[in-house]
């Protein structure tokens, strides 16, 4: 009877710390589960990762930021270049009016004098032509109108060519045999050009 009981007893020992072992087993296996999902989440959100890429996207919009002020400046940059180009040639193109201007009202003046020597020369006799002092006129005549030459001064043409009101002054008209109407056929005062300007018209009669 005795053993009956203990067996009994033995049993229900045994019985009851075969439930505390897979109780125990059962914790451990949830703890264990536990920090399998917590290392996972860890590990699946740890901080460095988001360092890294927040790190990284403010780099970037920097990277852009310095890019559009390199951008801007070599933008500016040119355009002052550009300003700088347009204000040079406008300058060298007034500088050039300028002195086109100066050196035509210069050779304006000068025209008189090349008329002087042109009628003392024409109202010389042969004679007088062949003496050294007329030489020496007409020495100083063809230099003046070579310095003038090389100047870009020119002379208009005008008898035997159409009357033209841009470069000819008409002061007569006849009657003329030998040209037809429209055409100039007496040069009283001769015009000149400087360079594609006409410093003095040519003072013409035309026939009619």
């Given at each position: 009877?005795n053993e009956?009981?203990?067996?009994e007893?033995?049993?229900e ?24 999902e ?10 460095e990762p988001?360092?890294e ?28 270049m ?10 060298e ?8 201007i ?27 032509k ?46 003329s ?28 009669m035309?026939?009619?």
């Amino acid at each position: 009877m005795n053993e009956d009981i203990q067996t009994e007893d033995d049993i229900e020992t045994t019985a009851e710390g075969a439930m505390e072992t897979e109780a125990a087993v059962d914790n451990e296996t949830e703890d264990a589960e536990f920090e399998n999902e917590a290392g996972e989440t860890v590990e699946g959100e740890t901080s460095e990762p988001k360092e890294e890429k927040k790190k990284g996207f403010f780099h970037k919009d920097k990277k852009d930021k310095k890019d559009e002020k390199i951008a801007e400046l070599n933008d500016r940059l040119i355009r002052q270049m550009a300003e700088f180009d347009n204000f040079r040639k406008r300058t060298e193109k007034e500088k050039q009016q300028m002195y086109g201007i100066g050196a035509a009202d210069v050779i304006e003046k000068l025209l008189p004098v090349v008329d002087n020597f042109e009628r003392g020369l024409a109202a010389m006799t042969e004679e007088e032509k062949n003496t050294s002092f007329a030489q020496g006129i007409e020495l100083v005549y063809k230099q003046l109108m070579t310095t003038l030459e090389g100047m870009g001064v020119t002379v208009i043409e005008a008898v035997g060519v159409e009357f033209n009101p841009d470069f000819h002054n008409a002061v007569m008209q006849a009657p003329s045999e030998e040209y037809e109407s429209g055409i100039i056929t007496q040069e009283l005062q001769r015009g000149y050009l400087y360079k594609d300007k006409v410093v003095r018209h040519s003072m013409v009669m035309v026939a009619e």
